[in-house]
């Protein structure tokens, strides 16, 4: 099939973001439908625990918490 040049350039068109949002997809051991299973078979091939699930230490500022994952302070 061979589409004309205007129907050829609305197709590819369909394909191209607005300004500001980003295209993400997921490949491999990340799709969604085998994940869990796969990064369960990535961890027993390499002796690796899973993580241990985060639970959030209600006494703990967001600002702390903020600072502890990334290092830096927040704004005053």
Known sequence: MR???DE???RF????LPPGFQ???HF???????R???LQQGRHLLK???PAAATPDESEDYRDRYWLLSGA???S
Do not use: D, Y
């Open 73 to 75: 302070k927040m704004p």
């Open 23 to 25: 295209g993400i997809r």
């Open 28 to 34: 491999g051991m990340l799709t969604n439908r085998t």
């Open 48 to 50: 690796s625990p899973a």
């Open 36 to 38: 869990e299973a796969k």
């Open 13 to 16: 068109l369909l394909h191209v």
């Open 3 to 5: 589409p004309q040049a």
């Open 8 to 10: 050829f350039v609305r």
